[in-house]
Each structure stands twice: as structure tokens, then as C-alpha cells.
């Protein structure tokens, strides 16, 4: 028996070339509309961030309001017990 040789063709196809600059653009593509992804939700946290600091803010606000009251109503009772 003989043993089977390698053989490399040292040709470029047509079909070949036309794959790869489909795989290059379509790979250049996918990354750009990540990039456009990942701006967009960086965009959308920082915003949520801000909306959770206003939130966080109007809370503290009314709890203030709500010690104050609570305070009064309290000392009131005290006054009159």
C-alpha cells in the first residue's frame, strides 16, 4: 500500500475571496451595531441613575416630613397625657 500524499493547490477562487469579504463585512457590521448598542444602554443607565437619584431625593423628603409630623403628634401627646 501507499501511503496517501498531501497536495496544496497554490490557487485562489473567486467564490473564495467573495466569502471572505462577506464574512470581514458582515463582521464589521455586527461590531458596529454593538458599539451602537452599548452606547445606547450606557446612554439609558445613566439616565436611569439620574431618575434614581431624583427618586431617592423626593423619598428622603417625604420621610423628613413624615419624622416631622410624627414628631408633633408625639410632643402633642406628651403635652396633653
Known sequence: MQ?????MKK???LAHILT????LVSGILYLNDLDKRI?????ELAHLKQIR???QKRIEK???SIDKK???LLSAKRNNG
Open 39 to 43: 452606547t445606547t444602554n450606557s446612554q
Open 53 to 55: 437619584k431624583e427618586d
Open 70 to 72: 410624627l414628631d408633633a
Open 3 to 7: 501511503a496517501e500524499q498531501w497536495q
Open 20 to 23: 471572505t469579504i462577506a464574512l
Open 62 to 64: 417625604r420621610l423628613d
Open 11 to 13: 490557487e485562489l477562487n
